[in-house]
């Protein structure tokens, strides 16, 4: 079974910064096999993409709202994929759930996403 976990999430102020992280681990699930990615769930909205990044994090991107304030990163021989958060504002604040699959689904089709964790919440607020 294959799981991802979230942490790192935390009520922070508004131009602040949080890095999130998430551990992946199961048999059978190789994680340098694998593109992975953000998503974020804002209060009563749908999903909306974050960020992805390759399988050997040559190549990453990031949707419009986020490019320039956050970074992607992973570490193979650790299983953990990050995300440093700077800046942050109001609207960034969601359920944060980490995403593993293929690098073209991470970006443009999150329903063929076969590996979700659970989620962490993010709150920016004064």
């Known amino acids: 079974e294959v799981q991802l976990v979230e942490s790192g999430g935390a009520l922070v102020q508004p131009g602040g910064s949080l890095r999130l992280s998430c551990a992946a681990s199961?048999?059978?699930?190789?994680?340098?096999?694998?593109?992975m990615g953000w998503v974020r769930q804002a209060p009563g909205k749908g999903l909306e993409w974050v960020s992805t990044?390759?399988?050997?994090?040559?190549?990453?991107y990031y949707a419009a709202t986020v490019k320039g304030r956050f970074t992607i990163s992973r570490d193979n021989d650790k299983k953990v994929l990050y995300l440093q958060m700077d800046s942050l504002k109001s609207e960034d604040t969601a359920v944060y759930y980490c995403a593993a699959g293929l690098f073209s689904d991470l970006r443009n089709d999150l329903t063929n996403v076969p590996f979700w964790g659970q989620g962490t919440q993010v709150i920016v607020s004064l």
């Open positions: 990044i390759s399988f050997n994090s040559r190549t990453s």
């Open positions: 199961g048999s059978g699930f190789t994680f340098g096999d694998y593109a």
